[in-house]
Each structure stands twice: as structure tokens, then as C-alpha cells.
């Protein structure tokens, strides 16, 4: 309880905080909000020196949308289902910065002796020396120690172990001519705390995995739960019978940045553990060529499960390594950010599928330039009609109950862009199987990561739900869950469910496994349905169905999940566990296509 006091405290300050950088800035200077010392200096840090000013710094400066009240009302809209979609090409014209203001700001900066060294569409990268940024910035940079062994936010350890450091930063909030700056979100690079914390948030982008020999055999199912037995107990199959097999359609995975796939192992899976043989076909998109973080068993999983699940939809994993700026500015998340804009941009896919995030509250308190970017990014999403899931975590509530087997060095929040009102977080449910492999019982799972968010308020669809208990505080996950972790005999953090990595059969838990498979089921449908969360809490659990037209009757498609703890139990009802709970495949995919139906005529 009190957590969520302080939560709700800090709620109205971060958005504002956030929302000023459109508003606060007079006819001649222009501040950049993002980039005030509250964010970038870490408190009870100590000042050392200024930074050389000969010393060089790349530095990136992340920009806005334009017309952002007519984007709001637009998207408002779309979002509940009472307006076309845009195409990528339209969202562009509309919505991004002219070519003249880039321009204009490159010459600008330019003009201080500051080299432009790249465009990346809503990111621009340049190089200059310390003394040239703070003339052109009107700011300071300056060196701190941080003397402290843990990171806090929101008075809360947040990260664990990382500390004691010395890092640089900017002591005055940047500024720049109004017409120059207008349309700046922030800059990356003129600190470097973010580049620190890099390693903590990648590590958590691991996949908990064995190997079926020589691992611990106490955690090991002695059968497995493929993904037949899954789409049996679900009813999958029931669309697999009549012809839903996701045809047109096309899946869109998140990749871990700097990494890589070797897609024999997802084509042997999708050999191996086909329910119905696989027609739809698979691209890895690499931008870059620095893969310091080897090969992605995260993004294996991720393509051999929605595969299997959506066996005619074509899988993409979009890899952005070191691509925007190069190696000098790897670890700060503009690479990770990339992906999705190149996602939405090129790809304009039926289903984005997410297992690779990062935390809240880290990119509330340090980092909230990044957190709007990727909002944005979300928001031009929904406005193309492409629907979002995202794993909500494996950490139980708000992070602070990881499995005993996995170790997290982050607490204290949820994930993000999980969090984000236009994205479906997946929760975990854990299956109980049978000594043959058959799925026998189903509960919420005790790892699955759900909370309050510290930066969104309570959302209309919240407001409006038909799930019983849906809390009306702030965003709140998850929005729906799926097979997390399951098998014959074993704990809740035990290993069942297959992986084919390094040609080897390996077992996983995870809701980044319940992210993909969900996104299969959307895309089985073989409509784009835009924003999930209008959608979802608007079907009953009795099948009734609120349209923006009128009331429907559905299916009974969601399956509440009574049992379970993150600590926080589940029960009837909207939990934090598993949100409004599971589903029925064929049913949920029944009431999405008739929601569907009715509001695009």
C-alpha cells in the first residue's frame, strides 16, 4: 500500500514533467526538458570537475511528432475503433518534422563547429567537442561520483550493485532557438549514466533456459508441453480446422540489439513441433553488423512459438545493431528504439510481438526523452492498425519476486513498453501437464510480473471495462495472459517447455514464450485490429461485447484464473497476475473478428 501512495504521488509530476517539453518554451529559447539536471545528475552525487572541453562526444538528438493535439485527437479515434487506419506513408506526411527542419537544425549546430554525422528518420547523430555542445546547448557539462552502491527512483532501489561509479553530465538545462529546437524530444550522449545501466537492463533480456540433459533434473519436466498439447487445451485447433491459419498476415518480433539468429534452429523447431505444417515464411532483418551480444535464444523462442501458433503469417525479427550512430553510441537504447521504427515504417505488420523491454521506472526518473520516443513510436503503431503485445515480466508484482533460480538486479517497477496504454501486456499462467504431456489444470503463475505504472494514468478503456475489479488508479497490467511455464512435477519455475538454440533441445520458462504465442492468436484472426486494450476489456466474460455501435454477443472466450501468486494472489476477476485472465483461442479470436466486423464498416 504504501508503494502505491508514492507511486500515485510521483504520477501527475512525471507527466508533467513530460508533456512540458511541447509547451514551456517562449517565442525565442527553447528548453529541453528531458535533459534537466533532475533527470541526468543522480542524487548525492558529487562534483569532481568540468568535463575537457576539448574532449569529443557523439550525441544524438531525438525529435517529435508535429501537430501533436491534432495526433492526440486522431489517435483517440483510432484507437477506439471509430476511425480508418493510416498508412505508414500517410502517418509520415502528417506527422513527422519537414526535411527543412532538420535542416535547419543541422546548420545550426553546424554552425558551432559540430559535425552531422547521420539521419536516422526521428533520430539525427552528430560529434563535436565539449566545448562546442555547451555553446550550442547553453549548458555545462560536468564530471560526478556517485559513491553509492545501489540506484534509487522514486525513493525506492531501483537498480542493485552497480555503484560506486564516476560519470559525466550536464549541470543546466539545455536550451535552443525556438524555431530551431520546437520539435526536439531530447539528447542522448552529453551524459553518461544511461550507457551504465545498459548492462543491468540486458541482462534481464536473457532467456531462462536447460538443456534436457545435464540440467538440474528437479526442475526438469520428464515430459514436455509442445505446442500441440497447448493448442488443444486452448483451442487452437478448432482455427486450424476452419481454415484461420494467420494467411496475409505478418508478425513483427522485437530483437534483442547487437544480436543475432540461426535460423536452422527455428526452422527444426518448426519441423520438430509443427501443429499443422507451416506455409508462412521468415525474414531476419539486420541493420548493422556489431553483434556483441551473440545469438538471441530470446528471439528464437520468439519466432519458433508465434511460427508454430500462426503457421501461415510471415515472421520478421528486426535486428538494429550498433546501426544508429555506431559502437561509440551503443548502450542508449537508440538502437532498441530503432527496431520499432523501422517495424512500423517498412514492415507495417498485422502484430508486433515484444519480449525484450525495459524497466518503467529507470526511463521515468533517468530517462523520459527515450520513454516518449518509443510512446510515440507506439501511438503511430495503433494509428496504422498494428496491434502491440508485450511479455509482462517474470519477476512477479512490480518486480520484487523473481524465481528463486533467476537472478534480477531491478526492482521496484514494471516494464515498459508493457506499461504503455496502446500495448497488451502478457501476463503468465502455468499448466499443469500430464505424465503423457497433455495440459491437465491451468493457474496463474507465480513469477508473472504485473503493477502500477508511474507514469500513465487510469485509461478510458480501465474506466469502461466489463472485467470485474479492474482497477481504476492508474494503467495497471497485465492486460491478458498466456503459458508461461508448465510440465509434469515440477515448481513453478521449473523448465517444460521446448526451445531448439544451438541445434540443441533446450526447455524455457517465461512470459516472453506467452507475448509471441498471444500475438499468433491476433494474427489467426487475419485482421489488423489495431489497439487490443479497447478491444479486450470490452468482452465480457459471459461474451457480451461493447462496440462503439452497439452491444454484441460473443463467445465466452476469456478463462478467469482463481489460483496463483505473484506474491499477489489471483482471483475472479481483473488480477496482477494474469490481468482479466486467459483465453480460449478459437472463442477470443471469434469476438475479436466480430468486433472487428462491425466497427470497420
Given at each position: 500500500p504504501n508503494k502505491a501512495v508514492v507511486l500515485t504521488l510521483v504520477l501527475l509530476f512525471v507527466i508533467s514533467a513530460l508533456l512540458t517539453v511541447n509547451v514551456s518554451a517562449s517565442s525565442e529559447v527553447y528548453y529541453i526538458y528531458t535533459n534537466s539536471p533532475k533527470y541526468s545528475i543522480l542524487p548525492g552525487s558529487i562534483f569532481v570537475q568540468p568535463?575537457?572541453?576539448?574532449?569529443?562526444?557523439?550525441?544524438?538528438?531525438?525529435?517529435?511528432?508535429?501537430?501533436?493535439?491534432?495526433?492526440?485527437?486522431?489517435?483517440?479515434?483510432?484507437?477506439?475503433?471509430?476511425?480508418?487506419?493510416?498508412?505508414?506513408?500517410?502517418?509520415?506526411?502528417?506527422?513527422?518534422?519537414?526535411?527543412?527542419?532538420?535542416?535547419?537544425?543541422?546548420?545550426?549546430?553546424?554552425?558551432?563547429?559540430?559535425?552531422?554525422?547521420?539521419?536516422?528518420?526521428?533520430?539525427?547523430?552528430?560529434?563535436?567537442?565539449?566545448?562546442?555542445?555547451?555553446?550550442?546547448?547553453?549548458?555545462?557539462?560536468?564530471?560526478?561520483?556517485?559513491?553509492f552502491k545501489n540506484v534509487y527512483w522514486f525513493g525506492l532501489i531501483g537498480i542493485t550493485d552497480i555503484g560506486p561509479f564516476y560519470y559525466f553530465s550536464n549541470n543546466v538545462t539545455p536550451s535552443l532557438p525556438y524555431e530551431v529546437g520546437k520539435y526536439v524530444i531530447g539528447i542522448v550522449g552529453i551524459d553518461s549514466f544511461d550507457p551504465k545501466v545498459y548492462t543491468v537492463i540486458k541482462s534481464t533480456w536473457a532467456l531462462e533456459m536447460q538443456k534436457i540433459k545435464g540440467g538440474d533434473a528437479s526442475l526438469i519436466s520428464s515430459v514436455l508441453v509442445t505446442p500441440k498439447a497447448i493448442a488443444q487445451y486452448f483451442n487452437f485447433t478448432k482455427l486450424y480446422e476452419e481454415n484461420y491459419l494467420g494467411q496475409g498476415t505478418k508478425i513483427a518480433i522485437e530483437g534483442v540489439p547487437e544480436s543475432f539468429v540461426n535460423t536452422s534452429d527455428i526452422y527444426a523447431f518448426w519441423e520438430k513441433f509443427y501443429i499443422v505444417p507451416r506455409t508462412g515464411g521468415l525474414d531476419i532483418i539486420y541493420l548493422g553488423n556489431i553483434t556483441t551480444s551473440g545469438q538471441s535464444a530470446e528471439n528464437e523462442l520468439d519466432a519458433e512459438w508465434a511460427g508454430v501458433f500462426a503457421p501461415a503469417s510471415t515472421i520478421y525479427i528486426v535486428f538494429s545493431n550498433g546501426y544508429v550512430g555506431g559502437q561509440v553510441l551503443v548502450g542508449n537504447l537508440l538502437n532498441y528504439y530503432y527496431e520499432y521504427y523501422y517495424m512500423v515504417n517498412y514492415i507495417d505488420p498485422n502484430v508486433i510481438s515484444i519480449s525484450v523491454t525495459v524497466p518503467e521506472s529507470y526511463l521515468a526518473a533517468y530517462y523520459p526523452a527515450m520513454l516518449w520516443m518509443i510512446h510515440n513510436i507506439m501511438i503511430q503503431a495503433i494509428d496504422e492498425g498494428i496491434s502491440v503485445l508485450a511479455a509482462s515480466g517474470d519477476w512477479g508484482f512490480e518486480s520484487d519476486h523473481p524465481p528463486p533460480n533467476f537472478h534480477i538486479g531491478i526492482y521496484n517497477t514494471i516494464w515498459y513498453p508493457e506499461s504503455d496504454p496502446y500495448v497488451t501486456s502478457v501476463g503468465g499462467i502455468f499448466v499443469n501437464a500430464t505424465p503423457t504431456g497433455q495440459v491437465e489444470a491451468i493457474s496463474g503463475w507465480d513469477y508473472s510480473t504485473g503493477g502500477i505504472s508511474v507514469v500513465f494514468p487510469v485509461q478510458n478503456f480501465e474506466l469502461t471495462s466489463l472485467i470485474p475489479f479492474t482497477p481504476i488508479i492508474q494503467r495497471t497490467y497485465p492486460d491478458i495472459a498466456f503459458v508461461a511455464a508448465g510440465g509434469y512435477n515440477i515448481p513453478e519455475f521449473g523448465f517444460g517447455l521446448p526451445l531448439i538454440y544451438q541445434g540443441q533441445l533446450y526447455v524455457w520458462y517465461g512470459t516472453s514464450g506467452a507475448a509471441p504465442m498471444?500475438?499468433?492468436?491476433?494474427?489467426?484472426?487475419?485482421?489488423?485490429?489495431?489497439?487490443?486494450?479497447?478491444?479486450?476489456?470490452?468482452?465480457?466474460?459471459?461474451?457480451i461485447i461493447l462496440t462503439p455501435k452497439g452491444i454484441l454477443i460473443g463467445m465466452k472466450a476469456w478463462i478467469p484464473i482463481t489460483s496463483g501468486n505473484n506474491p499477489l494472489p489471483a482471483h475472479y476477476g481483473w488480477n496482477f497476475v494474469t490481468g482479466p485472465g486467459t483465453y480460449n483461442a478459437y472463442g477470443m479470436a471469434y469476438d475479436l473478428r466480430l468486433f472487428y466486423n462491425v466497427t470497420s464498416d
Open positions: 568535463l575537457p572541453q576539448n574532449y569529443t562526444l557523439p550525441f544524438a538528438i531525438l525529435l517529435n511528432f508535429t501537430n501533436y493535439q491534432q495526433l492526440l485527437s486522431i489517435t483517440n479515434k483510432i484507437s477506439n475503433h471509430e476511425a480508418g487506419y493510416l498508412s505508414p506513408s500517410e502517418f509520415r506526411n502528417e506527422f513527422y518534422p519537414p526535411q527543412s527542419y532538420k535542416e535547419s537544425l543541422i546548420r545550426y549546430l553546424e554552425s558551432y563547429g559540430i559535425n552531422f554525422t547521420g539521419d536516422y528518420g526521428l533520430i539525427l547523430t552528430f560529434e563535436g567537442t565539449v566545448g562546442e555542445i555547451e555553446k550550442a546547448f547553453n549548458t555545462y557539462i560536468n564530471v560526478y561520483y556517485y559513491p498471444t500475438a499468433a492468436m491476433v494474427a489467426l484472426t487475419g485482421d489488423r485490429l489495431g489497439d487490443l486494450n479497447t478491444i479486450l476489456y470490452h468482452i465480457s466474460y459471459s461474451g
